[in-house]
């Protein structure tokens, strides 16, 4: 086969990709819009809000971004660090919150621990980025109640930043609690998303910082470390299926010999604080 004709095979394979690519954020903005308006139902029944669907707009929209600056901070810095890897595929589900994330795949390793450890830090950086503006607005909007009134509303467990936000925003009454506004409720998933990809288990984004600080021995006992803490916030569900990908080892970089740089250690330490002030362990909610 020539090169014009392995070239043209190739631009067909990749815009077929982005077909892909296309088809389910397409598919993700309808689940989470549905999502979005179930939410809002109740908040519309009792007088609330006018429109369901404006509010579901903004959930869906808050949480695309989110998930998008995220995934596209993966992408960017790949780019950057000469890794190839595609454009993000959201998951779209048909229930609950309308969607189970996004993902990118690198096609190749990255040349060593800075530029691994480039790449998994960048997506958690800016979607963290995105669901800060858009929390502070969806608290904003929503709705403070005496404690007598949400007797019939789920409580749901509240990571610290999300608590920070809401008493420097909302006028809460005493005793009482947050009635949250769709687009909170995308900025609080942001927050849990920010959580589960920051543990240091397997090829999380955690797990690629882990790998790049600690090298691959010590990386795969940090990974089931990080496995028992999820199952200990009682993430249940979402343990298991990192259980599994922890049993394999982490590829790692090309050149696993040059060291990773002081100020990406620094900057561990700044990711760790993320973690856990977006931590918001389920047991929480039933107390």
Same mark, same amino acid.
Not at 209 to 238: E, Q
């Given at each position: ?188 998933? &942001?927050?849990?998303?920010?959580? !589960?990809? /920051? #543990?240091? %288990? ?6 690629? $910082?882990?790998?790049? =600080? ?48 002081? &100020?990406?250690?620094?900057?561990? !330490?700044? /990711? #760790?604080? %993320? ?6 362990? $389920?047991?929480?909610? =039933?107390?």
């Amino acid at each position: 086969m020539s090169f014009r004709a392995t070239r043209a095979l190739e631009q067909a394979v990749s815009r077929s990709r982005l077909n892909w690519n296309l088809i389910l954020l397409l598919a993700t903005l309808g689940t989470t819009l549905w999502a979005g308006y179930q939410f809002s139902l109740p908040l519309v029944e009792r007088g609330l809000l006018d429109n369901p669907w404006v509010a579901a707009v903004s959930f869906s929209l808050g949480l695309l971004v989110i998930l998008g600056c995220h995934e596209m901070g993966h992408k960017l810095m790949a780019d950057r660090r000469g890794i190839q890897a595609t454009f993000p595929y959201f998951i779209p589900v048909p229930f609950f919150l309308g969607t189970f994330g996004a993902i990118i795949k690198m096609k190749t390793r990255p040349y060593d621990r800075n530029a691994l450890f480039d790449v998994g830090a960048a997506g958690p950086i800016a979607g963290f980025l995105a669901l800060i503006p858009l929390t502070i607005l969806g608290v904003y909007w929503s709705f403070p109640l005496p404690v007598e009134n949400m007797q019939e509303f789920m409580v749901l467990p509240s990571p610290l930043l999300f608590d920070w936000l809401s008493e420097s925003i909302a006028n809460i009454p005493q005793g009482g609690d947050l009635l949250l506004h769709p687009l909170a409720l995308a900025g609080w998933v &942001g927050m849990i998303i920010t959580t !589960l990809n /920051l #543990l240091p %288990v397997a090829t999380l984004d955690g797990g690629h $910082i882990s790998r790049a =600080l600690f090298g691959n021995k010590l990386h795969w006992l940090i990974s089931f470390i990080g496995v028992g803490i999820t199952f200990l916030l009682g993430y249940w569900l979402f343990g298991m299926l990192i259980l599994l990908f922890a049993m394999r080892r982490h590829p790692g970089p090309t050149n696993d010999v040059i060291p990773l740089s002081k &100020g990406r250690k620094l900057l561990s !330490l700044g /990711l #760790l604080g %993320v973690l856990l002030i977006c931590a918001a362990p $389920i047991y929480q909610s =039933l107390i």
